[in-house]
């Protein structure tokens, strides 16, 4: 019976080492943080997302100078598509410290640390002085707050008069309804999110607004083919 021909030991050697570093690679990425994790997805699967909200909420409200805050940043491309487009100075903020790593690293790369400024800090209990903001954006940071009633009483009390917060989850009306639902497709694929449904609902956010004292809100969809999903709320809070 014929047999193919055996495999040269340096062949057989180089194999052995590629089927090595792909397991290396796989196991890095099981073990790797949520934050490198997050980091990795959104620059591939976010990569259209964070420009055309940033252009979307400097159209909006037309807020180009002043402080921005940044609430539970991330890796910060909110904050750099913003800085780009805009006079505004930014604290990007989060409470994970791996993340505030990358973000300054991100922050770095873009030429923009001496307008970004980036720290560890908890949106629940800010260090900053009242009436500071002139804007606040938080981009899928907020279903994670453990105390979103003190949360939003912070995010209104940093806020400088005839300032307007924009926080939630969506990705904005520029993203055309296939493109979300590619993304949301991504999302669950990687287990950044198991569904694309936040746990807090229209009801539930009415009701930790009005125990913030916030009086003057809008809740809003995510714009044109916006289905009614909640991952697509974002809440605007104006001073």
Same mark, same amino acid.
């Given at each position: ?5 055996p495999?040269?030991?340096? =062949?057989?050697i180089l194999?052995v080492?590629?089927l090595?570093s ?5 196991c ?11 980091d990795?997805?959104?620059r591939r ?5 964070y420009p055309?909200? !940033? ?14 805050l940044d609430?539970?940043c991330?890796? !910060?491309?909110l904050?750099i598509?913003l ?11 989060d409470?994970? /410290?791996? !993340?505030?790593r990358i973000?300054r ?5 873009a030429?923009?640390?001496d ?12 260090r900053?002085?009242?009436d500071?903001?002139?804007l ?14 003190s949360?939003f ?6 806020l ?13 009306? /520029? ?7 590619a993304?949301?497709?991504?999302l669950?694929r990687? =287990?950044?999110?198991?569904d ?12 930790t607004?009005?125990?913030a004292?916030?009086t003057r ?11 009614g999903c ?5 809440i605007?809070?104006?001073k």
């Open positions: 019976m014929k047999t193919g021909r495999i040269p030991l340096c =062949g057989f194999l080492l590629f090595l792909v397991t290396a690679s796989r890095s990425r099981k073990n790797e943080s949520d934050a490198v994790r997050f990795r997805v959104a699967v976010f990569k259209d997302v055309a909200l !940033a252009q979307q909420i400097l159209e909006d409200y037309a807020i180009r100078e002043g402080l921005c609430l539970g991330g890796p !910060a491309y904050a598509e800085a780009k487009r805009s006079s505004l100075r930014f604290i990007a903020v409470l994970d /410290s791996e !993340a505030v973000a690293k991100n922050v770095a790369a030429g923009l640390s307008r970004i400024s980036v720290e560890h800090g908890d949106v629940q209990r800010m900053f002085p009242a500071t903001a002139s606040v954006v938080s981009r899928g940071s907020f279903i994670f707050w453990d105390d979103r009633v949360a009483r912070e995010v209104l009390r940093v400088r008069p005839g300032g307007v917060a924009f926080v939630g989850g969506g990705m904005g009306r /520029s993203i055309t309804p296939e493109k979300k639902a993304i949301k497709k991504e669950v990687t =287990g950044i999110r198991k694309c449904q936040p746990s807090v609902s229209r009801f539930e956010m009415e009701e607004l009005e125990l004292n916030v809100y809008r809740i809003m969809g995510d714009g044109a083919g916006d289905s909640r991952c697509g709320m974002w605007e809070i104006r």
